[in-house]
């Protein structure tokens, strides 16, 4: 199992960003997916869930603001994030399973300037 996100970057407040995950080793259609974050000197922090059967789940602080989504031929993952706020600069990780702070990946810097 291998997971590799990017996508991250330095943008002003208001702005987007779309991050990926591309996913090796299993089939991220059958399996719960996830976006975690870890802000500086803080712990992990669940942002995002889609199911087996696409039923999305959003932290209430991302909610009407950031999409998951997947591309099942690509094998891949996104979060389309938009309207950034400063409090979203942290590290940006994909997850698989139940268990969503099961962290494998090196995760992808997301900075908002404010």
């Known amino acids: 199992v291998q997971l590799v996100e990017s996508g991250g970057g330095l943008v002003h407040a208001g702005g987007s960003l779309r991050l990926s995950c591309a996913a090796s080793?299993?089939?991220?259609?059958?399996?719960?997916m996830n976006w975690v974050r870890q802000a500086p000197g803080r712990g992990i922090e669940w942002v995002s869930t889609?199911?087996?059967?696409?039923?999305?789940n959003y932290h209430d602080s991302v909610k009407g603001r950031f999409t998951i989504s997947r591309d099942v031929a690509q094998n891949t993952l996104y979060l389309q994030m938009n309207w950034l706020k400063p409090e979203d600069t942290a590290v940006y990780y994909c997850?698989?399973?139940?268990?969503?702070?099961?962290?494998r990946g090196q995760g992808t810097q997301v900075t908002v300037s404010s």
């Open positions: 080793g299993f089939d991220i259609s059958s399996d719960i």
């Open positions: 889609i199911t087996s059967r696409n039923i999305r």
């Open positions: 997850t698989k399973g139940a268990v969503w702070d099961d962290v």
